[in-house]
């Protein structure tokens, strides 16, 4: 009986204290300033690994002062088999914690833009982003399977705002498109650098030529940076407001910004495989001549050896990696691995046009035939890619080795030389 008049009293007694405690923690949240929440987003670098630019979510708490940036794009050159795991399309990347002043500071001297938005997140949503970015962090958690356009710094970011904002963000920029695709995107930005636009271009296979919603195209920090101006949020009354409060530059870019779209090479490559393919042809008719016969030797080499070479890289990578935008690659047709078969018959053709056989005449007939199909192939709906300019570029030259390999059959001619 003494123990339940007890746990009565102790009953009575929370249940008066409760509203205390309760108009008490209101009051503390009420007081409390609310976490500040910002996007930086860093223009392209100079380094090929720069030219996608980058960008991190600070969170600032006014309470304690403590202002961090949340930076998805980390690795590690050093880390265990990264070049290995790297060309298997097996890449591992981490969430990290720097102070955004030294991070500012650093991209500006290195000629980098730099632009801040401050978000409009009500402080519910402040807390519950910086919960799952502290969560990121976790030893366990803090690894993410890498890809270059679907799980990035930048698509990371983009999926923990959308958390905190209940889908809304995904909602909202999943219909929009421009019709860009992942192609168009990724050459503008490395056209600065041509060799390496051409690398990876050539690499690229249909994936990357899919037509992208704002969502989807939001894998570039800079196209997101965009897209996030014209998003809105309700507020507490439900009035709809841009989820950009502010925008301030707080670098500008010392580096040419690069173009929108990138360059149509496609009149220019036909131009230069018309050319070449005619110089061959007229090397190929003055084959009495040494230094014709040389020169024709070492262009054909030259160019079965590259497209060959490329062939198998294109074949390896759609065959033993997970670089799931480098398979199919429909550039096959033109960079054929059977290119390296005819490696011995232009190299002999160094010293005099020696007969040509049969089976290297077929290999260079199937070689031409593989590149016109793949000109044919641009009008199916089955063959997406848009790799017509290395089709206008290579045709000609295959064309013309084909038509060398089925005339020289060992016809003797004079030799000057």
């Not at 290119?339 to 005449?361: D, E």
Request: proline residues 6%; charged residues 15%; hydrophobic residues 45%.
């Amino acid at each position: 009986m003494i123990r339940l008049v007890f746990l009565g009293l102790c009953l009575a007694f929370v249940a008066a204290a409760w509203p205390a405690l309760a108009q008490s923690e209101v009051s503390e949240s009420t007081t409390s300033p609310a976490l500040e929440v910002s996007l930086l987003t860093f223009g392209p670098g100079e380094i090929y690994w720069q030219r996608f630019g980058h960008n991190a979510i600070v969170i600032h708490d006014p309470a304690s002062g403590e202002t961090n940036s949340y930076n998805y794009g980390m690795f590690d050159f050093d880390e265990e088999d990264f070049f290995l795991n790297f060309l298997r399309g097996r890449m591992f990347y981490q969430i990290a914690v720097e102070d955004p002043a030294d991070e500012i500071n650093w991209y500006a001297s290195e000629g980098r833009s730099v632009t801040r938005q401050n978000l409009r997140l009500s402080p519910e949503q402040a807390r519950a982003l910086k919960t799952y970015l502290d969560t990121n962090l976790l030893p366990e958690n803090r690894h993410y399977r890498y890809d270059y356009f679907t799980s990035n710094c930048s698509t990371r970011i983009r999926d923990a705002l959308n958390e905190v904002l209940g889908g809304s963000l995904k909602m909202h920029m999943t219909s929009p498109s421009r019709g860009y695709t992942y192609r168009m995107l990724a050459d503008a930005l490395t056209s600065p650098s041509p060799m390496l636009m051409a690398v990876i271009d050539i690499g690229l296979g249909p994936f990357a030529d899919q037509r992208l919603s704002y969502w989807k195209d939001s894998f570039v920090p800079m196209e997101f940076m965009a897209h996030l101006r014209e998003m809105k949020v309700e507020d507490a009354s439900g009035a709809l407001l841009p989820l950009v409060e502010s925008e301030t530059v707080l670098a500008k870019a010392r580096l040419p910004a690069p173009p929108a779209l990138p360059p149509d090479l496609r009149w220019p490559f036909l131009g230069l495989g018309l050319g070449l393919g005619a110089l061959m042809l007229y090397l190929s008719s003055c084959r009495e001549s040494a230094l014709a016969r040389r020169s024709f030797s070492v262009l054909a080499v030259l160019i079965s050896l590259s497209c060959g070479l490329i062939g198998l890289i294109l074949l390896g990578l759609w065959s033993f990696t997970e670089h799931l935008s480098a398979w199919r690659n429909e550039n096959l047709l033109i960079f054929s691995p059977l290119c390296l078969l005819m490696l011995p018959t232009w190299w002999r053709s160094w010293r005099l046009p020696s007969k040509v056989s049969a089976f290297a005449r077929a290999i260079a007939a199937i070689i031409a035939l593989l590149a016109a199909f793949g000109l044919f192939s641009k009008i199916l709906s089955a063959f997406p890619q848009a790799n017509l300019a290395w089709i206008l570029l290579l045709l000609p030259t295959h064309l013309v080795l084909a038509l060398v390999a089925t005339q020289w059959r060992g016809d003797r001619i004079s030799v000057n030389g």
